[in-house]
């Protein structure tokens, strides 16, 4: 079957205006009998939730964390994208739009992407209204950066921590709603469930985290703004809460999963370095604005960074892709260090990892200037490392980094599921199979801020919502069934941690599903998880109880689901036999290693349908259709 | 080969808020010194877990110093012995073998215990909902250059705004002040144009809203300064003191 993504017709430049426009309102009064649950408190969830307690609503906020200022978009360290053009270097909506297309190579759908290139700007205005402290220039004006796959300077900043304050933006405009009794704020809750009734999303049950109690929570639309998925491969940048649980309980109950073999591997973090690691730690995509990659000419080259003589280094990003050099798009840097590594030619004691050198800036514009834009990351560096980045070059290695899949949502970020509406990185819409650097932070208060506001209020005047209480017997039974899934979990009481099966999971995916996929060794990751999960059904142990705070409960929970999702994403990746961004499988390559579309056979979203734990999904694909841009051939030579 | 430690901790361990606590040991051997701290208590509560016993309950998200949930007293230090670390930044190297480490959670009357190492920390949350924003509706903001900042403001802006709100201030003050946490916010906004209008009720709501809390007073120990993983400056405090005298005189 193929889905309609509801793109409004005209012109693209016109479509969201016109969009505006034609969508139904809500009037004033009426807008506080209206009830939205808004999950997650992230760019997406944040902003969402202010935005709308500002219109009138009454929002209901949730997060796992204690405090929504927690939520991981927090850690985003280098930028903000937007076509505000202060550069005077060329760029524009229109430039933004066509870069995240073929950033995204050609697998997103244009009209989303146009919307979020306009949107950009407004952005950075609400931010900076809200005492955002971005970056500036001498002048009093706003400073900008360049990020990968472009050629203009477009990224707004604040230090290496621009997540952080824009969150705590976003943040402060939901506290002021909850002092405007807009927003009632539910934190250290994990949504467990959504509640379908006739067909709509009206509620979610999720756990009290302090109590272990149970609650059913009702509402006329939910909004899920997650996050992303990057944790199934145990090690990623992500935070370590992070989870799949909320987007693929809403999967269980109808919601197709978008492209879940879309991931974005990021090509600048610190290599792992043992066993007992829990995460990895990004060095931001900033970096690559002054630093330079490299590796020794010869493999097994052994002598310490700064004894190799500039003739004997291969810079061998600006070397193979001299427009772009060590700006181009993560895919593409990532893949590159993997080949030299597997070429023998990785350095430090594993090998598998390249230098990132930033010797050459520090003696152009001096080490002041570096540590002004850089410091945090260089000290988070020299902390975990112990080594410092002055004065030798880092090491760096790429890691899972991000979700570009996700549920499947239409221009009005709706789920096929009438009343779900999917914000963020839990969604799968603007980034194709790539996403570029300091885009993620857009997309997020672009949905929050500036979309969902409107099309919800469509969604609300349009659809005819019946009253429903927290007593329907489909509230019951999607309790019952998170007390059960509890219960069992709490009384297998085997010989095996949650983090262990967790860890072997992230392996395998990493192995067979990672930066290069094929067809062997996806079929031999479907064949492994499913043991993996019965396993972990016969043998995992989870201590205490249910009603009180429970850590290893809760996390439980998580890898239980990551490992039926697992299958679904590995799924995917094998029957999309082309190469596409982030997703490079090995049968399918131009003569020099880049990745090959297959244009004529899956210019298309692949959304997957739920049939069962261990069943296969069935797909419905959405055909990409391109009116602006032309299909091409990604380059950046 | 990895250099390892054997060191014993000391872990403040409480079911819930209402049940008492007390000091559990924990001996550990061949820790890799290149592992985080949280990682190491990872490993004890593996342990823990394979022996069906209740692992020690930490809050921790981002393990990058940034989202501000973790954060222990350790050997008396808040977040440890390095400067400017948060406790997930910390690293096993900082230890020598043989150490003995005791692990508590903050102390601070507005932080109640909650089990083992986890406080509740709302209290934050609800002095910035009194008046830590600038109220600026959706879609009502004016081009961002239409406003200049100068860029020593930004900067000092920028530096304040750097809190994680981890409340490691509090917990190394021996009054339990949140001025450190208060101030930083107050002051990003005091040192930006677009925080002008509301400057005056903004600090008297937050400060009424930390009183209420039951945060102490500062008495200008600066432990806070010392503890603040991100450096946060006790001139901060002082630029608070001034804005709340004007604006306690004007509205008088
Ligand atoms: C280290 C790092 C650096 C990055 N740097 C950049 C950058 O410079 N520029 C850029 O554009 N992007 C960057 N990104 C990506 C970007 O930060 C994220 O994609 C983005 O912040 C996601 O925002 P979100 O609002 O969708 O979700 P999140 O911020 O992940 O928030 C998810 C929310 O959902 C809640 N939640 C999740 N599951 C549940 C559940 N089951 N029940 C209840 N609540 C739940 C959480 O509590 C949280 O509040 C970076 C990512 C990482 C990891
Ligand atoms: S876990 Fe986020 S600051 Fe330590």
Redesign the pocket.
């Known amino acids: 079957m193929s889905l309609d993504a509801n793109v409004p017709s005209g012109p693209m430049s016109e479509k969201w205006s016109r969009h505006q426009f034609e969508m139904k309102l809500v009037n004033p009064a009426n807008k506080r009998k209206f009830t939205v649950i808004v999950?997650?408190?992230?760019?997406?969830?944040?902003s969402a939730s202010a935005s709308l307690s500002e219109l009138g609503y009454k929002v209901k906020t949730?997060?796992?964390?204690d405090s929504?200022r927690r939520?991981?978009?927090?850690?985003?360290?280098?930028?903000?994208?937007a076509a505000k053009g202060y550069q005077n270097d060329g760029d524009s909506v229109r430039r933004l739009f066509y870069d995240t297309i073929k950033g995204g190579d050609f697998r997103s759908r244009e009209a989303n992407v146009y919307r979020l290139a306009e949107l950009s700007v407004n952005i950075i205005d609400q931010c900076v209204a809200q005492g955002v402290p971005f970056a500036r220039e001498y002048s009093g004006l706003l400073d900008n950066r360049s990020f990968g796959g472009a050629q203009v300077s477009r990224t707004f900043y604040a230090r290496g921590q621009?997540?952080q304050q824009l969150?705590l933006g976003a943040y402060s405009a939901l506290m002021k709603e909850v002092t405007n009794k807009g927003v009632e704020l539910y934190p250290r809750?994990?949504?467990?469930d959504l509640v379908v009734i006739n067909g709509k999303a009206r509620g979610i049950i999720?756990r009290n985290l302090l109590t272990g109690k149970l609650e059913r929570h009702v509402a006329d639309a939910v909004v899920l703004?997650?996050?992303?998925y990057?944790n199934v491969f145990y090690l990623?940048?992500?935070?370590k809460?992070?989870?799949v649980?909320?987007s693929w309980r809403a999967h269980k109950r109808g919601a197709y999963f978008a492209n879940p073999c879309y991931t974005q591997i990021h090509p600048t973090c610190i290599p792992v370095h043992g066993d007992y690691q829990s995460k990895l730690?990004?060095m931001?995509?900033?970096l690559r604005n002054d630093g330079r990659i490299w590796v020794p000419k010869k493999k097994g080259d052994v002598r310490p960074p700064n004894e190799i003589p500039e003739e004997e280094r291969d810079y061998y990003l600006e070397r193979k892709y001299p427009a772009f050099g060590n700006l181009v798009p993560r895919d593409v840097a990532s893949r590159n260090a993997k080949e030299v590594c597997d070429s023998g030619r990785g350095v430090g004691s594993t090998g598998m990892a390249v230098y990132l050198d930033f010797r050459d800036s520090i003696k152009r514009v001096g080490k002041a200037v570096i540590e002004e834009k850089y410091g945090n990351l260089f000290q988070m560096y020299d902390k975990i490392v112990d080594q410092n980045p002055y004065e030798r070059p880092m090491m760096i290695f790429p890691a899972v980094?991000?979700a570009m899949g996700g549920l499947w949502v239409d221009y009005n970020l709706m789920s096929n599921l009438p009343g779900l509406h999917v914000?963020?990185?839990?969604n799968f819409s603007d980034h194709g199979a790539n996403r570029l650097?300091?885009?993620?932070?857009?997309q997020?208060l672009a949905d929050?801020y500036f979309v969902i506001p409107y099309t919800i209020g469509h969604y609300l005047a349009s659809t005819k919502l019946e009253t429903v209480g927290a007593a329907h017997p489909e509230f019951a039974a999607a309790e019952a069934q998170a007390a059960e899934m509890t219960n069992k979990l709490l009384n297998i009481k085997g010989k095996r941690t949650v983090d262990d099966f967790h860890r072997e999971l992230g392996l395998l995916l990493w192995n067979k599903c990672g930066m290069a996929r094929n067809d062997k060794g996806l079929k031999e990751a479907l064949r492994q998880i499913p043991a993996i999960r019965e396993e972990f059904w016969e043998n995992v142990t989870v201590t205490g109880g249910a009603e009180t705070l429970n850590q290893n409960l809760e996390r439980a929970g998580r890898v239980a689901d990551f490992l039926e999702f697992a299958e679904t994403l590995v799924y995917d990746a094998l029957k999309r036999t082309e190469s596409c961004g982030g997703h490079f499988r090995e049968e399918s390559q131009t003569p020099e290693g880049e990745a090959l579309r297959d244009d004529k056979n899956f210019c298309h979203v692949a959304a997957w349908e739920f049939k069962g734990a261990g069943k296969k999904p069935t797909l419905h694909k959405e055909p990409l259709e391109f009116e602006e841009v032309h299909l091409a051939q990604r380059s950046y030579k | 080969m990895a250099k390892t430690i054997s060191v014993t901790l000391k872990v403040w361990r409480q079911k819930d808020a209402h049940a008492p606590g007390r000091l559990v040991t924990y001996q550990m051997n061949n820790i890799d010194i290149d592992m985080s701290f949280l990682e190491m208590l990872d490993i004890v509560n593996q342990g823990l877990e394979l022996k069906g016993e209740d692992p020690i309950a930490f809050d921790h998200d981002c393990r990058?110093g940034i989202c501000g949930s973790c954060g222990s007293v350790v050997n008396g230090h808040a977040h440890g012995p390095e400067a400017e670390t948060t406790l997930c930044q910390l690293h096993m190297r900082r230890f020598k073998n043989g150490d003995v480490i005791v692990i508590e959670p903050w102390r601070a009357e507005a932080f109640p215990v909650i089990k083992d190492l986890v406080v509740d920390r709302s209290a934050f949350d609800r002095i910035i909902a009194a008046g830590g924003f600038i109220s600026v509706r959706t879609g009502s903001a004016p081009e961002a250059h239409s406003v200049p900042v100068p860029k020593e403001n930004a900067d000092l802006a920028m530096d304040a705004a750097q809190c994680i709100g981890c409340g490691a201030c509090v917990a190394a003050c021996p009054n339990a002040s949140a001025m450190l946490f208060v101030s930083a916010k107050v002051s990003q906004f005091a040192l930006l144009p677009q925080g002008q209008p509301e400057r005056r009720s903004r600090v008297l709501k937050m400060v009424t809203q930390m009183d209420n809390e039951g945060f102490g007073n500062c008495s200008n120990h600066y432990e806070c300064e010392a503890a603040c993983p991100k450096g946060i400056s006790v001139s901060n405090i002082a630029r608070m003191n001034r804005d709340y005298l004007c604006a306690g005189l004007t509205s008088a």
């Open positions: 999950v997650g408190t992230g760019l997406a969830g944040a949730f997060c796992f964390q929504p939520a991981h978009s927090i850690a985003a360290q280098g930028g903000i994208n621009t997540g969150l809750r994990e949504m467990l999720c703004a997650t996050g992303g990057a990623s940048t992500n935070a809460g992070c989870n649980t909320a730690t990004l931001s995509e900033s980094h991000y914000l963020g990185e839990a650097g300091a885009s993620a932070l857009m997020g929050g | 990058e």
